[in-house]
């Protein structure tokens, strides 16, 4: 039986000395490039910083949220303008509940909370076309990069562009756990319409908006075929994007709420 639950008002060595032979060299560069890669991945009570390559070279940078192999892992993706500061709130909250996170700097982006984009600009010097759609192949990398370590699905959380993003990516991906997707829409021009492209998605789906959202939200949300699927309207007029769950925002406790029921669903 098809599962659709809708919660309308309710409810992540230095050398030793420079004779250094070349294979010494070759052994220390190796320690470092191993440090780099398991430095997000050791308990910390801070988030640690992490870079790792797009699927076009470009580098990525995120912050790691690093609790325990144990727990599974949320991909934190941010909207138009920003960066992965967009969770620096969000993401230990989402430790409270249980997970790993990883939030990253998407090459289509800005600045906020004090924390600049450099995915962004990196892939600006680099000439590279920083649209919406180009910021696909850096989520797509971060799963594989997060997979790679945990040997498990990921739950993915897009914001405004990125929202669309993370539900298209989803589709048909056995390394997707579930989705959390804030005010997605048809941004992407003739491009994309994303309604279409997410028709076959059958992981568990959460979708949420500001109350002025709503329409086009739901118009995403209808579109999808998963049988485990939860749609929240705020009571409010809420806000847009993922800073619906910032302590700033008036209703971000009916946000919550609505976030933890759906993970009780999965």
């Known amino acids: 039986m098809k599962r659709t639950f809708i919660f309308l008002p309710i409810l992540l060595l230095a050398f030793s000395s420079c004779q250094s032979t070349a294979s010494d060299k070759n052994a220390g560069e190796d320690q470092k490039d191993t440090a780099k890669k398991t430095a997000g991945f050791t308990p910390s009570t801070l988030p640690l910083q992490i870079s790792f390559p797009s699927l076009d070279g470009i580098v990525i940078t995120a912050d790691s949220y690093f609790q325990s192999d144990s727990l599974p892992w949320i991909l934190l993706c941010h909207q138009a303008g920003y960066s992965r500061g967009e969770y620096k709130e969000t993401a230990v909250k989402f430790e409270k509940l249980g997970f790993n996170c990883l939030a990253i700097d998407q090459r289509s982006g800005g600045e906020v909370n004090g924390v600049k984009n450099m995915t962004a600009e990196r892939a600006t010097q680099a000439g590279k ?41 989803a589709v048909g991906n ?22 279409q492209s997410i028709a076959k998605l059958n992981v568990p789906v959460f979708i949420t ?11 995403i949300f209808d579109a999808i075929e998963s049988q485990n699927k939860l749609f929240f309207t705020p009571t409010s007029p809420g806000k847009h994007a993922s800073s619906a769950l910032w302590e700033s925002t008036d209703d971000y406790k009916e946000y919550w709420k609505a976030v933890e029921t759906f993970f009780s669903l999965m």
């Open 209 to 219: 908006s500001a109350k002025s959202e709503t329409k086009d939200a739901r118009k």
């Open 129 to 169: 076309p920083t649209d919406y759609l180009d910021a696909e192949q850096d989520i797509r990398a971060a799963i594989n990069y997060l997979y790679n370590h945990c040997k498990k699905p990921i739950i993915l959380v897009g914001s405004s562009y990125s929202a669309g993003l993370v539900l298209k990516i």
């Open 174 to 195: 056995p390394l997707v756990k579930g989705v959390l997707s804030f005010s997605p829409g048809e941004y992407y021009g003739d491009k994309l319409h994303l309604a």
